[in-house]
Nanobody
């Protein structure tokens, strides 16, 4: 079983950057798909970025060109680099193992002020 712990969230001004980290308690070498979701107040949770073990990535249209997901299997860590942040990016961000039933971290708050 793998536990996921997110970090790196906080308060940032519009146009700024943040780098989120997702630390896994055990090896992620054999985990095929991982990703980042977010959920804003009053809205459903949405997938913003996903990455395969081979390094293929997918992004939501709303973040494409601004966010970059990456993984370092040797460090058991997945990252989300967020640039050119907008107030609408404000949400709780969750790391996940994407499978038949997703496994979630506890989330980290990202707040972007105008």
């Amino acid at each position: 079983q793998v536990q996921l712990v997110e970090s790196g969230g906080g308060l940032v001004q519009a146009g700024g950057s943040l780098r989120l980290s997702c630390a896994a308690s055990r090896s992620i070498f054999s985990i095929g798909n991982m990703g980042w979701y977010r959920q804003a107040p009053g809205k459903q949770r949405e997938l913003v970025a996903a990455i395969t073990n081979g390094g293929s990535t997918r992004y939501a249209d709303s973040v494409k060109g601004r966010f970059t997901i990456s993984r370092d299997n040797a460090k058991n860590t997945v990252y989300l680099q967020m640039n050119s942040l907008k107030p609408e990016d404000t949400a709780v961000y969750y790391c996940a193992i994407i499978a038949t039933v997703n496994s979630w971290g506890q989330g980290t708050q990202v707040t972007v002020s105008s």
